[in-house]
């Protein structure tokens, strides 16, 4: 039994169709991409492609999309070019995917969680949203996060040293991420980029709003549209407060009044974030976002990726509801210490 993966391989502006024969993965193998898959099926994406749109005149975003790729944001350290060639592209697929399969050990940590591939949950059974740059960062050129200023340097290690005093990960609630507590997930974001699983989006358009509902956590961002102001400066939000604008046929949501918990990327609270979706074609949809935050980097920087065409609906991912892994950590914390204590007291452990 096969999969038909489909992916769009873009270059320079150029789009590439390419249709990826995907071996299924048994539960002991990592997924893999079959080696110079699709080269013989190219076509050139028709540019003669008209926008729909909605009963307002503005393009029409809406449906169900997937932001899924194994493009790192920043360039690998060892890659020293722009984009990849198609081979290139597909065998860095191949090692990726290798790379974040679970392995299943007996005795191991990994052997008592879940395996990703046993659930189709793992990202090379998602529609690739793919492009053959090296990186989703595309400015600066080089690819990778602009250097941190001294400002951003010192918070950086202020944070740390906060952690280092309230123990570890396994000490307290408020030592874990907001991930690992499902309070805030890269998937949401603002920016929304991928994980390993969950990466689907529904958008929704109405006269003066819009909404972008996001699989992971099943959040939804309402984002105006109407021309109101935005929030006092005093109003913070981990997710920040977003308002949106078209410029020409591009969606454009200016987002800001973030707190200093959310920390994308190391960032401050006075992160501003440009985010853009332009609709390319009519299973495309191009996201790009600009981070301009000068306390923490000494130039803004922008990545883009494009958003393939999913199928629905979404379905609820309750995470915070039922997080009793979270608490499970911690209590057996508690009970490694307790019979610690008891061995080096001489008092036998229950």
Request: proline letters at 9%; aromatic letters at 6%; one cysteine or more.
């Amino acid at each position: 039994m096969r999969h038909r993966l489909f992916a769009v391989l873009t270059a320079g502006g150029l789009a590439i169709a390419m249709l990826l024969a995907v071996p299924v993965p048994v539960a002991t193998q990592g997924p893999t991409v079959a080696p110079g898959a699709g080269v013989p099926r190219v076509a050139a994406t028709p540019t003669t492609w008209t926008v729909r749109r909605t009963p307002d005149g503005k393009p029409d975003l809406q449906g169900f999309w997937n932001n899924t790729t194994y493009t790192p944001l920043e360039r690998p350290k060892d890659v020293t070019k722009e984009y990849y060639t198609p081979e290139e592209a597909l065998a860095m697929i191949n090692r990726s995917a290798a790379a974040e399969a679970e392995q299943t050990v007996p005795g191991t940590i990994p052997d008592v969680h879940y395996d990703f591939t046993q659930f189709g949950l793992d990202r090379s059974q998602a529609p690739l949203s793919l492009n053959l740059r090296t990186s989703l960062i595309v400015d600066p050129p080089e690819g990778r996060l602009p250097p941190m200023t001294e400002e951003g340097r010192r918070r950086a290690a202020a944070r740390a040293e906060a952690r280092k005093q309230m123990g570890g990960p396994r000490d307290a609630v408020q030592n874990q991420s907001l991930s690992v507590r499902c309070i805030l997930m890269d998937r949401n974001g603002p920016p929304m980029l991928a994980g390993a699983y969950n990466n689907n989006y529904q958008i929704l358009q109405a006269p003066g709003s819009m909404m972008i509902l996001v699989e992971m956590l099943h959040g939804p961002r309402v984002i105006p549209t109407d021309g109101r102001p935005p929030l006092p400066q005093n109003v913070r939000q981990l997710g920040g407060s977003s308002r949106g604008r078209w410029d020409g046929d591009t969606l454009v949501i200016e987002t800001a009044n973030f707190t200093d918990t959310t920390a994308y990327q190391g960032s401050s609270e006075n992160m501003r974030l440009t985010e853009r979706f332009t609709r390319v074609d009519e299973e495309t949809l191009l996201y790009r976002f600009t981070v301009d935050d000068p306390a923490t980097w000494t130039r803004p920087w922008s990545a883009e990726v494009p958003w393939k065409k999913a199928i629905g609906p979404l379905f609820e991912h309750a995470c915070h509801e039922g997080n009793y892994g979270l608490y499970n950590t911690l209590a057996g914390a508690r009970l490694e210490e307790k019979r610690a204590a008891e061995a080096a007291a001489g008092k036998p452990s229950n």
